[in-house]
């Protein structure tokens, strides 16, 4: 059974940083791509930044390049984004996909395995 978990969220000001976390088990694929979604308060689920594989390849999403940085672990089962200069548009549920199957990797439809979302709050 695969298991998707992430870890880190919190509550923070605006300015500081946080550290997400997400975890892959029994997932049973050489390597596979991996990416961060959010759904703010209110709205809709948005792609905001992609790995692929090997950890060569990332991607972001406009509204978050140059603060945000995903990476994926030594044993790429694992992946983290490292989220600095904080705002409170950026205040939402953040979702860790793995195993994308078809389409855009911004498309969430595309995914296969989710976790369940860790909670950020950016406060002003």
């Known amino acids: 059974q695969v298991q998707v978990v992430e870890s880190g969220g919190g509550s923070v000001q605006a300015g500081e940083s946080l550290r997400l976390s997400c975890k892959v088990t029994g997932l049973l694929l050489v390597g596979y791509e991996m990416a961060w979604f959010r759904q703010p308060p209110g709205k809709e689920r948005e792609g905001i930044s992609f790995?692929?594989?090997?950890?060569?390849?990332?991607e972001y999403v406009d509204s978050v390049k140059g603060r945000f940085t995903i990476s994926s672990g030594a044993a790429k089962n694992t992946m983290y984004l490292e989220m600095s200069t904080l705002k409170p548009e950026d205040t939402g549920i953040y979702y860790c996909?793995?195993?994308?199957?078809?389409?855009?990797?911004?498309?969430?439809?595309?995914?296969?395995?989710w976790g369940q979302g860790t909670q950020v709050t950016v406060s002003s």
């Open positions: 996909a793995a195993d994308r199957q078809r389409g855009a990797w911004a498309d969430g439809a595309g995914w296969t395995h």
């Open positions: 790995v692929n594989w090997d950890g060569r390849i990332t």
